[in-house]
Each structure stands twice: as structure tokens, then as C-alpha cells.
């Protein structure tokens, strides 16, 4: 699994090449008016931001539905727990891996879209898009992998608020840190 994983990113980092190539480096920006802002109290606030919050929240619900009330969502459950007595009872295996491959590109994609209406395409946004998930997933925990990927990519985006408040050159280092500290005390994450 860890192959797949290690050539998914060198495909990302071919297709980043490509891009690089192609645009010459400069930054394309997908956002158009949603840029305005409002102020509560002394927090500045866009739109986009809750634009994006909303779209998310649907995601993340319609995704909690496919997992709890759908025969799918109970055999990708059963997958995720033990795939070989899951095969036993009757889980067709391959049909439900493609189900979660596809559930999965579905909302990597959503995610890349929203990623670039919020702060535009670089070459490096996919790199960068990918490290943090993964991080905000170890993060999380895998025993409960909804809740745990909420967690932790809140737990994470609050981190790297602070750091980018107090030290903004410090931001990826700081997901480094996360991720090194994460691993050598908690390998397991914080729902292990």
C-alpha cells in the first residue's frame, strides 16, 4: 500500500513538472468575487471562507450518510475493520475498494477545486494539498476515520494558524514538526 502511496507522488510530481513547464511558474487564481469582506467585532471575515465551510459541511454529511445508512457505506466499514472475515459474509472486496477509491477521488477533488478558489494554483499546490491531508490523517487517528480526519485537520489548521500568526515563514516547518512530534509519541494519533 505504501508503494502505491510513494507513486502517486511521483505521478503528482510529474504532473507538477508538466505544470511548471506549461505556466512558466506564474500563479493562476480561480476566485473571482467571493473576495469580499465583513468584520465582527475585531475578526475580519470573507466570504469565501464561509462559502467553502458551507460546501465542506455538506460534503462531510453527505459523506457520514454514505458511511451510516447505505449497505456500501456498512461493507466499506467492514472492509476498514477486518477485510477477510469481510469477504467471508459476502463482501464483494474489489467492488468495494472501487467504491472507496472513487468515493475518495470524488472528494480530492472537490478539495483541489476548493483549494484552488481559495488560493489559486501553483506548482506546488498538489505537493503541499496532499502533506497536509496526510498529516491532518496520522493526525486524526485511523480507528475512527471521519471523526479522526475532522480532528485533526481542525487540530491542525488551528496549529498552523497560530504558528503562521506568530512565525508565518515558520508554517510548513511547523506541519513538519506536528508530524515528526506526532509520530515519534503518538504514532497511533489522537483517536489511535
Avoid at 477485510?83 to 480530492?108: H, K
Avoid at 476548493?114 to 502533506?131: E, K, M, R, Y
Avoid at 486524526?140 to 515563514?169: I, M, S, V, Y
Wanted: charge should be neutral; proline fraction near 2%; include cysteine.
Amino acid at each position: 500500500m505504501f508503494s502505491v502511496f510513494i507513486a502517486s507522488l511521483g505521478v503528482a510530481l510529474i504532473f507538477e513538472a508538466g505544470f511548471l513547464v506549461w505556466t512558466k511558474g506564474v500563479i493562476s487564481v480561480a476566485r473571482t468575487g467571493l473576495l469580499d469582506i465583513f468584520i465582527l467585532g475585531d475578526v475580519v471575515f470573507r466570504y469565501l471562507d464561509f462559502v467553502i465551510l458551507a460546501i465542506v459541511a455538506l460534503a462531510y454529511g453527505a459523506l457520514w450518510l454514505w458511511f451510516h445508512r447505505t449497505n456500501t457505506g456498512l461493507e466499506v466499514r467492514g472492509l476498514t475493520d477486518n477485510a477477510d472475515l469481510s469477504a467471508i459474509v459476502g463482501v464483494d472486496v474489489a467492488r468495494t475498494r472501487n467504491a472507496i477509491f472513487l468515493v475518495a477521488s470524488m472528494l480530492a477533488g472537490l478539495a483541489g477545486v476548493l483549494t484552488a478558489w481559495d488560493t489559486g494554483v501553483a506548482p506546488s499546490s498538489g505537493f503541499q494539498t496532499i502533506f497536509i491531508g496526510v498529516v491532518a490523517v496520522i493526525l486524526g487517528g485511523t480507528r475512527n476515520l471521519l471523526l479522526g480526519t475532522a480532528l485533526g485537520a481542525t487540530c491542525l489548521g488551528l496549529l498552523t494558524a497560530f504558528a503562521g500568526f506568530f512565525f508565518p515563514e515558520w508554517i510548513s516547518f511547523s506541519i513538519f514538526l506536528i508530524m515528526i512530534v506526532l509520530i515519534v509519541f503518538r504514532p497511533q494519533g489522537i483517536l489511535g
